[in-house]
């Protein structure tokens, strides 16, 4: 997959208990103009003009997991679609794993009249032929988040992929060259995503440019690396024990792309008796992203060392913008639109990448959580502070029933 995509301008650094935000303000600007959130950049917003458009909208799923687009996401783009344009309904529907369910559903909203569909994959490599068949009814697709391939579509909207990736790489190597891991070659594991998906591709090619120097230099010797299909927790809980078991639990560090991910790394971790922290005796956990309440739970409490933190009410937010736009007839809208990319098969999307925040474990992880995810309403403090993490610093000072 290429892309063609607009200057990205960083700021902050990045330090143990410390953050960086990849233009998160521009971000919130552009997709912030329904609901103001008292966030530095978002009172910037301009007023949005309510749209006489009619007909119903498709909100496509892929699975009960992640949880972000049934308890987050898809509310968000109902309320959104509802302030842009009362007169649209939102339908949602839930592929259930399975992209040949999805094609199905996509091809039932059409024939039931859908005047768009929004669109996060099931299986992404798998997509092409319900993007064909929407196109062939003249029903334009929204491509979300982890986003369809293979077929035109009217646009879509991430959070940057491949800068997610840079973000994770760029503090790993800081990490193991500081010699916070201890002695060269530090032993890795990389826990990967869904094979074939674009959103795991690209996040392993931000990596890789911190990574593969690493490699090369004899700084890190990576020892098991595995895909998980569908993102599973349950499957990287048995890729990283059978990593443990074939190198005899020497280990040092994991790698992975998603808090899914991390979360059955250090699963497995427990198990094999093993500690996931920064200790000198324990296994660093790398690789947080796409913020679940028990990944911020981990950073909190020390045993994940990082994560990329989404606030997925602006993606449902600019979702909404662009779906009312198509329902129109209208461009997507040319202030939203930064990147064209290549979805395959010489389709050049218009896309709208929204830029993450960064948080790493530390003395100042509960500030940057709170400022980054209770603030933007991606989750409350009552909802990350559960069980044992309520002793932590962090839920002490900011979960009113701490």
Request: charged share 15%.
């Amino acid at each position: 997959m290429s892309t063609t995509q607009g200057k990205r301008v960083a700021t902050g650094r990045l330090s143990r208990g410390g953050w960086i935000s990849l233009g998160l303000a521009s971000a919130m600007a552009l997709a912030v103009p329904l609901f103001g959130t008292g966030i530095a950049g978002a009172d910037k917003a301009v007023a949005h003009t309510s749209s006489s458009a009619k007909g119903t909208v498709y909100f496509m799923i892929p699975d009960t997991t992640p949880s972000r687009y049934i308890a987050q996401d898809g509310p968000d783009f109902v309320a959104a679609i509802k302030a842009l344009a009362p007169g649209i309904t939102v339908k949602t529907v839930n592929a259930g794993g399975n992209q040949t369910t999805q094609q199905t559903q996509g091809e039932a909203a059409i024939a039931a009249g859908a005047k768009a569909l929004v669109v996060v994959a099931a299986d992404p490599p798998l997509s092409g032929g319900l993007l064909a068949y929407a196109k062939k009814h003249n029903v334009p697709v929204i491509g979300y988040e982890n986003v369809p391939e293979d077929g035109p579509m009217y646009a879509q909207v991430e959070f940057n992929p491949k800068e997610a990736g840079v973000l994770q790489g760029k503090y790993f190597s800081q990490e193991v060259t500081s010699g916070a891991l201890g002695k060269f070659p530090v032993t890795l594991a990389r826990i990967y995503g869904n094979d074939g998906d674009v959103y795991n591709t690209q996040m392993q090619i931000g990596q890789n440019q911190y990574i593969d120097p690493l490699v090369k230099s004899g700084k890190v010797k990576v020892v098991c690396s595995a895909y998980t299909p569908n993102w599973a927790e349950t499957g990287a809980v048995t890729e990283m024990a059978q990593c443990l078991s074939s190198q005899n639990d020497k280990v040092r560090a994991v790698l992975s792309v998603y808090d899914g991910e991390t979360q059955g790394a250090i699963v497995a971790l427990g198990n094999a008796h093993l500690t996931a922290g920064s200790g000198p005796k324990d296994v660093a956990v790398f690789g947080g992203q796409n913020p679940t309440t028990i990944g911020l739970d981990y950073v909190l409490t020390g045993n994940q060392e990082d994560d990329v933190i989404k606030p997925f009410i602006y993606e449902a937010q600019a979702a909404a913008q662009l779906a009312v736009a198509a329902v129109e007839g209208k461009a997507p809208p040319a202030g939203m639109i930064n990147a064209h990319v290549n979805a395959g098969n010489n389709n050049e999307v218009p896309t709208d990448f929204l830029n993450e925040a960064y948080v790493t474990a530390g003395p100042n992880a509960a500030a940057e959580i709170n400022k980054y995810v209770v603030e933007t309403k991606t989750f409350t403090w009552a909802q990350i502070c559960v069980g044992s993490v309520t002793s932590s610093a962090g839920c002490k000072k900011y979960d009113p029933k701490g």
